[in-house]
């Protein structure tokens, strides 16, 4: 049977090549998509949601979530990155959907409690839907089959700071709710969304299979890759937020470790994901005082690319 997931997203033009993955993979039944601020303002993000499912073909449930951190001044959105639209300042197609009537947060709990037990959240950008959704209900934690989170890094240092990803340092308190809270979690970070690189030529192999949404992939993408060829010197781009749907489908190209996570929330390490191994003593016992989770150490890169292009090709 599909995966039931909701998909917490800020498209974002890695989360449009993850959200193509979510409408087309067969062995995934998207129940809708919650946005939040990020990678775009919370409404540009609400409206490249509803923009992407229609250019699949798909009418997926849009509901609007957090259009700032949960405690932190919000930080300009990335649009050196992404794009002012999100998708690469490409042109793009007017929408004819309408957002959900309900919030990220009462769509989350609603969606859950109408299949309790069966559908995974997967987010992937700051967690304030995700925190708000434990706040209006605290017994969601019982419910949801398990939580994939894109975000955070053990090893690999920070993408905005020395220390921190994006996702976690946007609305580092969100995240430390919702990394700690007790549910099903397993944490996809850096440490394996840097290990791959989305060429060219996947690219063109996406761009051909998947017709007007394959232009806008491709459009987006020549933005973004110019963005790592800049930066790190790669050409292409790292698939950040397909790499937690990949998890999902795929676990068996994952390197993972069971510990403790903490998110720092303020001060020079603020939005560092802290991990704790299971059963390492250290000096004293607050590195365990948190719900064990797993987190993704390494991953075969080339068969996760692969992975990618073959769903969408």
């Not at 850096?190 to 998947?210: K, N, S, Y």
């Not at 994901?273 to 250290?282: G, Q, S």
């Amino acid at each position: 049977m599909p995966e039931p997931i909701i998909f917490d997203t800020d498209p974002g033009v890695d989360d449009a090549q993850a959200i193509a993955i979510a409408l087309h993979h067969p062995d995934i039944e998207l129940l809708g998509m919650t946005t939040t601020f990020g990678n775009v303002d919370v409404s540009t993000a609400s409206h490249n949601a509803l923009l992407l499912s229609e250019l699949a073909g798909h009418q997926v449930p849009v509901a609007q979530g957090s259009a700032a951190p949960m405690v932190k001044p919000r930080h300009p959105a990335p649009a050196h990155i992404h794009g002012s639209n999100g998708l690469g300042d490409i042109a793009l197609p007017a929408v004819q959907g309408r957002i959900d009537d309900r919030d990220a947060a009462r769509f989350i709990v609603d969606t859950v409690d109408a299949r309790p037990g069966e559908v995974t959240l997967v987010a992937v950008g700051p967690l304030g839907n995700l925190a708000a959704a434990l706040q209006l209900d605290p017994t969601l934690i019982d419910r949801v089959k398990r939580v994939v989170v894109m975000g955070g890094s053990v090893r690999e240092g920070g993408n905005v700071t020395p220390v921190a990803e994006a996702n976690i340092f946007n609305d580092p308190h969100a995240a430390q709710r919702v990394l700690t809270a007790g549910w099903p979690l397993t944490l996809v970070g850096l440490d394996v969304t840097h290990r791959c690189v989305l060429t060219p030529g996947h690219m063109a192999r996406i761009r051909e299979g998947q017709g007007e949404l394959g232009e806008v992939l491709a459009g987006s993408y020549a933005f973004y890759r110019d963005f790592y060829q800049e930066m790190l010197g790669i050409d292409g781009c790292c698939p950040h937020d397909s790499c937690a749907l990949a998890w999902l489908m795929c676990p068996e190209l994952f390197e993972t470790a069971r510990g403790h996570l903490t998110v720092a929330t303020d001060g020079d390490a603020e939005g560092q994901t802290l991990f704790a191994p299971e059963n390492r003593a250290y000096i004293e016992p607050r590195w365990s005082r948190t719900p064990l989770v797993d987190v993704c150490l390494d991953v075969d890169g080339e068969a996760l690319v692969e992975w990618i292009t073959r769903t969408l090709a």
